[in-house]
């Protein structure tokens, strides 16, 4: 992929006054930092790594958005029609990249912050960042990201076990898997796309550990997206869209139960309320 990353600025360019500090450099800072500029408030992105979208460029490679390009934009700049319609890991990179530069957003890479506290004078707050940097802000906004932190549950016998055990975050693609049995524990989108993935790419045997009978909804269906059905329904009562959810899902998704996979008691929309 093309190096085009925005040009940064230097924490040593910051003036006296206390500006809104953002921390992270993810879509949602960068969204709040544009949000604010146009405000006419000084915002100062504070990103860890070197360059914006750092968890984006993790992803695993097969990554497409789930939700459409015309509803996955952030304000201020819609994404290119090239793209197409479900937007892939690289591509939603590409586009954060350009969002920081087309908004000339203030975005400090290189540091990390550890602490917020209340400023000495009441006014503001003070950060404690990496290299000993004290800096004291109007306001702060974390944006790290809620699933910023993997977390791997504490399997009893873990320790024993001679496998592989990984993350999803630290998977990427299926070529070391090839000719291997994978369990893959969860099925939300992240589970199932990567047990696809390891399916197409050669692993000997795929399984699937479901805690609870999900929901199955197709991305999309005749070309209308299950996102905009979402947007539709979620001012009408919940039990209502349960019942019209119930035949449509039997025609649009079949019967896996011989699989393991029964069809959950509960209502879609209920679940996801």
């Known amino acids: 992929m093309a190096d085009s990353r925005p040009s940064f600025t230097d ?3 910051t003036p006296a006054d206390r500006p809104v500090y953002v921390v992270g450099a993810g ?17 100062v992105v504070l990103e860890k790594s070197d360059r914006v979208g750092a968890s984006w460029r993790r992803h695993y490679d097969r990554l497409r958005l789930h939700t459409t390009r015309r509803l996955s934009a952030l304000p201020g700049l819609a994404m290119p029609r090239r793209f197409g319609r479900w ?8 586009y954060l990249e350009k969002y920081a530069e087309h908004h000339e957003l203030e975005i400090v890479t290189g540091v990390e912050v550890f602490r917020v506290e209340k400023a000495a004078d009441g006014a503001g707050w003070l950060l404690h960042a990496s290299g000993g940097r004290e800096l004291t802000g109007a306001a702060v906004v974390v944006a790290t990201g809620h699933n910023h932190t993997p977390r791997l549950p504490e399997w009893p016998g873990a320790e024993g076990y001679e496998g592989e055990l990984l993350h999803a975050s630290s ?7 090839e000719g291997r049995d994978v369990l893959v524990v969860g099925v939300g989108n992240t589970g199932a796309e990567i047990a696809v993935d390891l399916v197409a790419g050669g692993a000997s045997r795929v399984r699937l550990a479901v805690r609870t009978a999900p929901h199955i909804v197709r991305r999309s269906t005749a070309g209308w997206a299950a996102q905009y059905t979402g947007i539709v329904v979620r001012r009408l009562p919940v039990r209502l869209v349960d019942r ?8 649009s998704t079949p019967d896996l139960s011989a699989h393991g996979l029964p069809r959950p008691e509960a209502g879609l929309y209920s679940r996801v309320r």
Request: aromatic residues 6%.
């Open 171 to 177: 998977y990427r693609n299926p070529k070391p898997y």
């Open 27 to 43: 879509p949602g800072g960068l969204a709040v930092a544009y949000a604010l500029r146009a405000r006419g408030v000084r915002a």
């Open 11 to 13: 924490l040593s360019a």
């Open 244 to 251: 019209l959810a119930r035949p449509l899902a039997r025609l």
């Open 87 to 94: 937007v892939a890991r690289d591509d939603v990179v590409r």
